[in-house]
Each structure stands twice: as C-alpha cells, then as structure tokens.
C-alpha cells in the first residue's frame, strides 16, 4: 500500500518560515493534482495549494506567502510557507488526486505562536 509521507512541520513565531514536503513511498501513476490542505482545531479542512504539470492554484488567505512546487520527474511536493502568521496554526495534509482514487498524508502539525 503506497503511502504519502510529510515532513517539515514544526513551531516556528510569527513572520517565520517552514517548508513542508510530501513524498510516495511507493510509485503512483496518473497523478493528475498534488495540493496541500489544512485543518484547524474546530474547523473544516481546506484547501491551501494545488499543482498540476502545467498550473498552481493558491488560496487567497496565504497568496503572496505560500509557493507549492513539486519535484519533475518524482513524486514529491513541497510547500513553502514565509511570512506565517498565528491564523495560519493547522494541521497540512498532501493529496495526490488520481482518476481513480486519492492518497492523503497522515498530516504534519504547523504551530505558529505570536
């Protein structure tokens, strides 16, 4: 059973930076979207980030501070995340998105303190 593996996570104050990255640990094949969401403690989760091999999609709440990137050839995506704020404290899942299924990470907490 292929796994997504995130790494990166952490506390960090605010206006720092983390990176968070997403690895298969297996081959997946017809990946169409790789993206990042989050959940706060209380709320549904969200979308944050998605890429494809020709686009990125970035919510507007993290526009301007947050890039999704993701590694040709190889099944790794990255978030880098600057200028954090308190707000933007959540637990990061990846997705994979395939025609026939999706994989989700067992998800990275991010703490940002005042």
């Known amino acids: 059973q292929v796994q997504l593996v995130e790494s990166g996570g952490g506390l960090v104050q605010a206006g720092g930076s983390l990176r968070l990255s997403c690895a298969a640990s297996g081959s997946i094949f017809g990946i169409n979207t790789m993206g990042w969401y989050r959940q706060a403690p209380g709320k549904q989760r969200e979308l944050v980030a998605t890429?494809?091999?020709?686009?990125?999609h970035t919510a507007d709440s993290v526009k301007g501070r947050f890039t999704i990137s993701r590694d040709n050839p190889g099944n790794t995506v990255h978030l880098q995340m600057n200028s954090l704020k308190p707000e933007d404290t959540a637990v990061y899942y990846c997705?994979?998105?395939?025609?026939?299924?999706?994989?989700w990470g067992q998800g990275t907490q991010v703490t940002v303190s005042p």
């Open positions: 890429i494809t091999r020709i686009s990125t």
């Open positions: 997705n994979f998105h395939t025609p026939s299924r999706d994989y």
